[in-house]
């Protein structure tokens, strides 16, 4: 079954930190685009971070400096290391892979699957 299994939400104060995990299972997940969005209550989805096959990364503005996006190539997964949470970043935090990172944007073509979301909530 060809699926990518996302882990490590929950509720943190702000300023804290979560880690998320996106496990794939199926398919070799180096050989795709990987990338994290998100979607609070009321509002689209957005991109967070893109990453090529190559392990470039790319990040949205409000993430910028706090927020970081890697691979284990050898585990098939890929993360992202939230750091000094913000209410605002509270959403369901998807993960996806796909063909490729769209040039200047947070944004990945030809997505091959989604992954089922993770909570992040950030509240005191």
């Known amino acids: 079954q060809l699926q990518l299994v996302e882990s490590g939400g929950g509720l943190v104060q702000p300023g804290g930190s979560l880690r998320l995990s996106c496990a794939a299972s199926g398919f070799t997940l180096d050989a795709y685009a990987a990338g994290w969005f998100r979607q609070a209550p009321g509002k689209e989805r957005e991109g967070v971070s893109v990453m090529s096959s190559e392990s470039s990364a790319s990040y949205a503005d409000f993430v910028k400096g706090r927020f970081t996006m890697s691979r284990d190539n050898a585990k098939n997964m890929v993360y992202l290391q939230m750091n000094n949470l913000k209410p605002e970043d509270t959403g369901i935090y998807y993960c996806?892979?796909?063909?490729?990172?769209?040039?200047?944007?947070?944004?990945?073509?030809?997505?091959?699957?989604w992954g089922q979301g993770t909570q992040v909530t950030v509240s005191s």
């Open positions: 996806a892979a796909g063909e490729k990172v769209l040039a200047g944007a947070i944004v990945i073509q030809g997505v091959y699957r």
